[in-house]
């Protein structure tokens, strides 16, 4: 082989920057340690003004995360191996005959073999006014600088396409508080990854969310002002949406202009053909990644295949030279096209022949409406499991996956894997074979992770990911990696790190302590000081929570608003139609005829929807974003506060009428169910707290099912702990018996400091007791004989509790910045949003159920 080789890389995306990083890996290409030049020069051309980003997660960029953050390219890799990266200069024109690659700027580059890494480019149908100010497309990180830009002027967005893109899209727009629109034109959403039955729970999961999804209609006509700009969009099924922004996402088409125009022969379709090992018809030209048609006649889309290609083309050069056959070793024939994703908020996942194509193959289907979640498995014979769609519960697809690749038979009946775990558990991790791929970005077997623990050491998933590469494509498999690595570790009797996430190796526990006595005040100080990166949607509400509970500020103010959940965002619930629900406090359900007449008067002023709910509360329902500040404010005008319904924290404590009223009871049950929540309200915990107190035995108020409650006897109280309703019902452990009101209070507060301080995330106080080492009795010896020595410090964690309690609706109305955000649209601030409409019911309203097809009715 002849020194100083050329090669030349067009594009560099994700796939553009795998070939790079596997051609190294494998060929002594770059420059050596001491500098000299060695056999390949290599050059890159890059149309996009920075190197190669993660394209996958490019909507994190609308939640804080930075252009660096998504940088797949590490400092000094160019320079490591000497390349040539020519930013905002893309390639022209190839000349297959001399060998050259014409640049934007005039450079002409030669090369001994040139690799086409074009990817492709947004198909924007050419209706008229597509290309009018305010229509975008939704690919790049200009892109979405542009999209966020024409976001702060506008008040509803649509999106045409309702497939992976599309709907990252919409959860963009509708993050940035626009009234949005899906358009699709096949008959559902996702079409090409979820059949029918997934198709409709998820379109229903996306409409409760406030997106309204228009399906089996496609855009006819981009409407314009006098302007210029989009006012609207029309489909065409003649239905016009209000729009000020409109964004394509349609699909993709190959960049296979540069192969066109030079000779290369590309498909029918689009897209330049190549064979098993990515060459071209020119043995010096390699195509890979979207642009490439590849040998099985497929054009592929996802970063997995492309990562595949990438590492076919590398190794093929490395092992030809740019002349000849090459080994003939790793051809790319085809590609796992699974998917699992989180689409605004919904999970969904969909992996082999999901749409059952295999002649005999049989569906295993479950389906829970009420839950939200679809499941279907495609079985083939043999008991094979050959594909699935997994809708609203995602947690088996690390392990149906794999064993759909592998084509082991069933070790368990199918319908064993898409019940809920009460009814029957998927098989874990530990029934995959080794060869089972549990990484498809990097065809990362099981069996090799297992090595990385157990040969080379491996002890974290960051370390099994730097080994094998495995989890680094497009991050799916992460949660399968941590607990194969967790076995590996167990099995050979090494403790495993509990750590929050991969920002913080701390628990929720631990960090609370990190807070409580460094006396932090925000997320920014915590993770520079005791994590890594920018933080993300599992530990910033976490520790948001932790701030709010040891007193540090109104939760809207400054760098915590940003980390807060979308209900405590506005301090209200979010429902299904885009309204919010209004909850005021009524401590131990009691309430004046007053108060009743107030509430009565607000929901009838503003048409609300009312309800008594299980908590002995009057819920609002129907209020949209710009109205709560309003109804907020006739409410603590008429003595009212914030019941906390949005926040993990205390919601009720339920009461009935104890001793005053009833002939059995034997203490007064309100008075002390008034007190409790008086002392409490706005207590926030890892998870929501409920109470109850009972005055008699009889136990009207079902306090044994709450997270705290306590029960009347004729000589005191009895104080029962760890209890929930919902799902997984449990009914509370009796803490201590017969106590008088200062001691029963006194422990309350130490049991709710105790398991505020060291809960898990997300962890009810029912699974937290369970979990406790020692249980019952290690708790009532910590709150009650102060066997730790940690009473005094739970003492006064509760009383700086209640010095600094303020409410929080009453709080915001007097600070004009917090109110700025309670909007439906940022430029027309008072402007009701025309997407939230209701239909009359039982003489109230409810949510539409399909926008536009029930008469709407709305009291103003």
């Known amino acids: 082989m002849t020194p100083g080789k050329r090669l030349v890389l067009i594009g560099h995306g994700m796939v553009g920057q795998r070939f790079l990083e596997a051609f190294f890996e494998q060929s002594p290409a ?11 020069q290599v050059t890159v051309l890059a149309e996009e003004p920075r190197p190669a980003y993660d394209r996958v997660h490019l909507t994190s ?34 000349d297959r005959t001399a060998r050259t690659v014409t640049t934007a700027s005039g450079r002409l580059l030669p090369y001994d073999a040139l690799v086409l890494a074009t990817g492709s480019y947004p198909f924007v149908p050419p209706v008229p006014g597509h290309d009018a100010p305010g229509c975008h497309v939704y690919r790049t990180i200009e892109d979405v600088e542009a999209i966020r830009a024409a976001a702060a002027t506008a008040g509803a967005g649509a999106v045409v396409g309702g497939g992976l893109l599309g709907l990252e899209a919409a959860g963009a727009l509708k993050a940035m508080g626009l009234a949005t629109h899906v358009v699709e034109f096949a008959p559902r959403l996702m079409a090409l990854q979820v059949d029918d039955g997934g198709g409709a729970v998820l379109r229903r999961r996306i409409e409760d969310l406030g997106v309204t999804v228009h399906t089996g209609a496609g855009a006819r006509r981009v409407e314009t002002g006098e302007d210029g700009r989009v006012r609207a969009l029309t489909l065409s099924d003649d239905t016009q949406l209000p729009a000020e922004l409109v964004i394509f996402a349609a699909g993709v088409r190959p960049r296979d202009e540069l192969a066109r125009a030079c000779g290369l022969p590309v498909g029918e379709r689009g897209g330049i053909v190549v064979d098993e090992h990515c060459r071209t018809a020119d043995p010096a030209v390699l195509a ?54 989180k689409l605004l908020g919904v999970d969904v996942a969909s992996f082999g022949d999901a749409h059952g194509a295999a002649e005999g193959s049989l569906d295993v289907t479950y389906s829970n409406s009420r839950d939200g979640v679809y499941k279907k498995l495609v079985i083939g014979e043999g008991g094979t499991l050959l594909g699935g769609v997994l809708v609203g519960d995602t947690e088996a697809y690390d392990v149906l996956r794999p064993l759909a690749l592998s084509g082991t038979p069933l070790s368990a009946p199918p319908e064993q894997l898409v019940l809920p775990a009460s009814a029957g558990a998927p098989a874990g991790p530990v029934t995959l074979p080794d060869e089972a791929v549990v990484c498809s970005c990097h065809h990362v077997t099981k069996g090799a992770v297992r090595a ?9 998933v960051p370390e099994v990911k730097q080994c094998t590469r495995a989890g680094t494509g497009c991050g799916s498999c992460v949660k399968l990696l941590g607990t194969l690595v967790t076995e590996e570790l167990a099995a050979a009797g090494v403790e495993t790190a509990r750590g929050l996430c991969e920002h913080f190796d701390r628990t929720r526990a631990e960090l609370y ?45 400054g760098e915590q608003a940003a980390l807060q959940d979308t209900n405590d965002h506005f301090l209200a619930n979010l429902q299904r139609n885009g309204s919010y629900s209004v909850v005021p406090r009524v401590p131990g359900g009691e309430i004046t005829p007053d108060g009743l007449i107030v509430i009565g008067e607000i929901a009838r002023d503003y048409g609300l929807y009312t309800k008594i709910t299980g908590g002995q509360r009057i819920d609002l329902f129907g209020a949209t974003v710009d109205q709560l500040p309003d109804i907020w404010r006739r409410l603590v005008e008429a003595g009212f506060e914030s019941g906390h319904a ?10 009935c009428v104890g001793e005053t009223w009833c002939r059995y009871g034997v203490q007064d049950s309100v008075a002390l169910a008034v007190e409790l929540e008086l002392r409490y309200r706005g207590l926030r915990a890892p998870h929501k707290l409920k109470s109850a107190v009972s005055g008699c035995a009889r136990e009207c108020a079902e306090a044994q099912s709450k997270d705290f409650g306590v029960i009347a006897t004729s000589a005191g109280w009895n104080l029962y702990v760890g209890g929930n309703g919902g799902m997984t019902p449990r009914h509370a452990d009796l803490l201590a018996s017969d106590l008088d009101r200062e001691t029963l209070i006194r422990t309350i507060d130490r049991f709710l400091m105790f398991y505020i301080r060291t809960a898990d995330r997300l962890e009810r106080t029912a699974p937290w007791l369970e979990r406790l080492d020692g249980g019952l009795d290690h708790l009532r010896a ?42 439906s649209f940022a430029n027309a601030p008072g402007t009701p949003d025309p997407t939230i409409r209701f239909v009359p019911e039982r003489g109230q309203i409810r949510p539409a159920l399909v926008a536009g097809a029930e008469l709407e009715v709305r009291a103003r």
């Open 452 to 460: 990385a623990v157990n040969d080379t050491g491996c002890t974290t």
């Open 513 to 557: 302590e990190i807070v409580r006595v460094k006396g932090i005040d925000s997320f920014s100080r915590l993770v520079e000081e005791h994590g890594t990166g920018e933080g993300c949607d599992v530990c910033k509400p976490v520790v948001a929570s932790i701030l709010a509970s040891l007193g540090n500020g109104h939760i809207l103010d």
């Open 30 to 40: 770059g420059r050596t340690p001491g500098g000299q030049a060695s056999e390949w």
């Open 782 to 823: 910590v709150v009650m004989d102060d066997s730790l020595g940690i009473c005094a410090d739970l003492d006064a964690l509760m009383e700086r509790h209640i010095a600094t309690y303020e409410d929080e609706w009453a709080a915001t109305l007097a600070d004009p910045v917090r109110l700025r955000r309670f909007a």
């Open 288 to 341: 890979i990644g979207e642009c490439a048609l590849a040998a099985d006649g497929r054009v592929y889309g996802l970063v997995a295949p492309g990562y595949a290609m990438a590492e076919t083309a590398a190794r093929h050069l490395a092992s030809s030279g740019g002349e000849g056959e090459g080994d003939g070793e790793g051809t790319f024939t085809g590609a796992d096209t699974s998917t699992k994703l």
């Open 61 to 94: 960029w609308f939640s804080g995360t930075s252009a660096d953050d998504l940088s797949l390219c590490p400092a000094g890799f160019m320079e490591k191996y000497g390349i040539e990266l020519h930013l905002g200069d893309p390639a022209t024109a190839v």
């Open 646 to 655: 949005y926040g993990k924290a205390l919601r009720t404590v339920k009461s």
